[in-house]
Every structure is written in C-alpha cells, then in structure tokens.
C-alpha cells in the first residue's frame, strides 16, 4: 500500500498571494542610470588594501561577470560581497577608466 501525503495547502492567508523575496529577479539596468563608487580600503582585512566597487544594480549573474572582467583587467584576484565587487590591491585608477569605457557613471570617493 503506497503511502501518499495530500498536497500542502494554505489554511489561512490574509492578504493574497505572497511573494517569495527570494524569489525576485534583479533587473540588470544600464550602466548610464547607475552610479558606481569606487573606494579603497583597508579596514578589516589585516592591512590588506582592496578595491571596493560599490552601487552596482545588477543581477547575480551580472555581477559575476563583471567581476571576472574586472579581475582578468586587472590581473589581480577578488570576490564579491554584500552586492560589492572587491579587487586585491589599490586599483581604483585602472577600475575607473574601464567603468567609464563600459559606459557607467563611476566616482572615485574616499581618501
């Protein structure tokens, strides 16, 4: 005899359909509406300098592949974190100009 457990449902629902956060794509927008900033630091990563690029409003699949473009243009690693792109080393220079040749609105901030 094949044991079989009915379909979950839902017994009480107030408002609607709820929607999975996790769910919800991000849409990628162009890189003339974003506002990117590019920073230096070092805080937190044992006197380690790193390059932050953050303001990024791409999708995870999107900011994968800028990431990998980034590095192999720099020819140094890095990683994301927290919807920032971090690269090894102080590349803020090398970063910027090839932001702005991809067609970004990206400043330098910080010291």
């Keep these: 005899m ?9 017994v009480y629902q107030e408002f609607g359909p709820v929607a999975d956060p996790l769910s919800e794509e991000q849409i990628d927008l162009p890189p ?3 506002n990117v900033r590019i920073q230096a630091t070092r ?9 932050v690029v ?3 409003q791409l999708s995870a699949m999107g900011q ?6 980034l590095k192999s243009f720099c020819g140094s690693g890095g990683t ?14 090398k970063i910027l ?14 010291g």
């Design 80 to 93: 994301l974190k927290e919807d920032c792109v971090e690269i090894q080393g102080d590349q803020r220079e």
């Design 64 to 69: 994968q592949a800028l990431l990998k473009a």
């Design 32 to 34: 003339q509406q974003q």
């Design 97 to 110: 100009a090839y932001l702005l040749k991809q067609g970004y609105k990206a400043k330098i901030s910080g």
């Design 43 to 51: 805080s937190g990563r044992k006197g380690k300098t790193v390059t």
């Design 54 to 56: 953050s303001g990024l």
């Design 2 to 10: 094949a044991s079989s457990k009915p379909p979950a449902r839902i």
